[in-house]
């Protein structure tokens, strides 16, 4: 499958697409305002010890504590987690210098997701500090033969090393000693360094960054299936120039310097693509349709034939717009960086068969997905479960905020319904306050429908009341707003 990384940036904001054959697969951004921090390694303080929650907050310097749980708490002599063991009170306590890596990002108003046990990626392999015995290979390397040919140079090249264990990543697959050895040496020296910054800095304080996003993508994409890394930052160019020229010199891709007037991502129509990752409806090529509707807890996808009147039978159709919905939902969780449950309504199918099948496309296009995916399969309701992995806000949330006119709830009331409000409103106002007359200063909107509409209602309303109602529209008022005056 060939690749391309397109890097595009303006000064306050950097934006990275990776196409697949054609296609937008992922978008990474980064604004210089607001960075993520997964992979950060911090000196923190405990703050706070939650015995109920068996967990505890820790002051890593950032606006927000971050948040350990007891399960993300390693015996780092015995290199395993407390999950089954000693509760957080006997682990922790409030005063604690503690050393920590994020390992999700804070997320509305929860703070950053911590754990005590420290991994630093480079192209080929992972380090895992103290825990120098740990040899273990990527499960998505599947090869018996290759793995134990990894294994027994992890073993090798880590042999006299102390301080930390390795694992070999995905790329790692039939590379040879000397790439790996090469890979070995700058985690050895990187970790020197790491461990001189622990031992010196105070609490708070951050002892190692991750890369820069643009450098970061490129580290975990770059493989022989890359074939272009395309920038429009001179900056970046060179970065990433020197950056593959130490840790990737064998890499055959071309990086391209983008310079002519029309910006990149419009060229590639990255920009168009990202627009329909945040709208509701996914269109299918058959005339189906996707509706995503995420909320703090799940999301749910709805999947819809549309315009497809299609094949022979219904049966037929929906497997078909089913096998169709199964490959634009696994590009659309990558697309939409969309985490934790997923719910999948596919269209009803009779034939076991072809919900085998339907699920088997499913699990097939999200193995191309870096992030960790778990299908359940089908529920007894015809729903198919599955969770998603997340460490970073979902693109969703990154674009976008609630709409002041519906505030989230995505639907608004209708005119009438505001206009039933106002008459229930005018008539306790006026069994509650003195008033000969009532003034009604409303949208323009708003008034308009009420005097046409409802003109009987406010005839009858006068007479029960015993008060004059009169009317006053108001321009800058939003098509809900009015305000009663008793006079």
């Known amino acids: 499958m060939s690749k391309e990384i397109l890097i595009n940036n303006n000064g306050f904001e950097t934006r990275v697409a990776l196409v697949e054959e054609g296609l937008l697969t992922e978008v990474w951004l980064e604004r210089d305002q607001k960075h993520s921090i997964v992979g950060n390694i911090y000196k923190g303080t405990v703050e706070k010890v939650l015995p109920g929650l068996q967990a505890a907050f820790v002051n890593i310097g950032q606006n927000k504590a971050a948040f350990i749980h007891v399960s993300d708490i390693v015996d780092q002599a015995a290199g395993t987690d407390h ?6 009170n006997q682990i922790l306590h409030e005063g604690q210098t503690i050393v920590v890596q994020v390992y999700k990002d804070q997320i509305g108003t ?17 380090m895992i500090p103290n825990v120098p015995s740990l040899a273990a290979i990527s499960a998505r390397i599947t090869d018996e033969q290759e793995r134990d040919r990894l294994a027994e140079l992890l073993l090798k090249i880590n042999r006299d090393n102390e301080d930390f264990g390795l694992i070999a990543r995905t790329n790692a697959e039939m590379v040879g000693h000397t790439a790996l050895y090469h890979d070995w040496r700058f985690l050895h020296r990187l970790w020197q360094q790491i461990d001189q910054r622990i031992k010196q800095a105070p609490s708070p304080s951050l002892i190692y960054s991750e890369f820069s996003l643009s450098k970061k993508v490129v580290r975990d994409q770059v493989n022989e299936n890359l074939t272009k890394i395309t920038t429009d930052s001179y900056e970046i160019y060179q970065n990433i120039s020197q950056f593959i020229q130490d840790y990737a010199p064998d890499w055959t891709g071309d990086l391209i310097e983008h310079t002519v007037t029309r910006p990149l991502f419009d060229q590639f129509h990255i920009d168009d693509e990202i627009d329909r990752s945040i709208s509701r409806m996914v269109p299918l090529k058959s005339g189906g349709n996707l509706v995503f509707d995420q909320n703090e807890a799940m999301t749910t996808i709805d999947v819809n034939t549309g315009q497809f009147v299609g094949y022979k039978s219904l049966e037929d159709t929906a497997f078909k717009t089913n096998l169709e919905a199964a490959q634009s939902i696994a590009r659309q969780l990558r697309l939409r960086n969309i985490g934790g449950i997923v719910i999948i309504d596919f269209i009803d199918m009779l034939e076991q068969s072809h919900k085998t099948q339907v699920l088997q496309t499913l699990e097939e296009c999200l193995q191309t997905d870096s992030a960790r995916t778990n299908v359940l399969g089908f529920t007894g309701l015809g729903l198919v479960e599955m969770t998603r992995k997340r460490t970073t806000e979902n ?39 003195k008033a000969s007359k009532v003034m009604v200063i409303g949208s323009a909107r708003l008034v308009k429908y009420i005097i046409d509409e409802h003109s009987e209602t406010l005839a009858e309303m006068e007479e029960h009341l015993g ?21």
């Open 110 to 126: 929860k703070g950053a997701r911590i754990t005590t046990q420290l991994s630093i990626p480079s192209r080929y392999l992972v």
């Open 395 to 433: 693109l969703q949330d990154l674009l976008c905020e609630s709409c002041d006119k519906c505030h989230g709830v995505g639907a608004i009331e209708t005119i009438e319904t505001i206009s039933f409000k106002l008459f229930r409103e005018i008539t306790r106002s006026v069994k509650q306050f």
């Open 83 to 88: 999950e089954s063991g000693a509760t957080i």
């Open 467 to 487: 008060k004059r109602i009169s009317f006053q529209a108001e321009e800058s008022y939003e098509r809900h707003q009015h305000d009663v005056v008793l006079l």
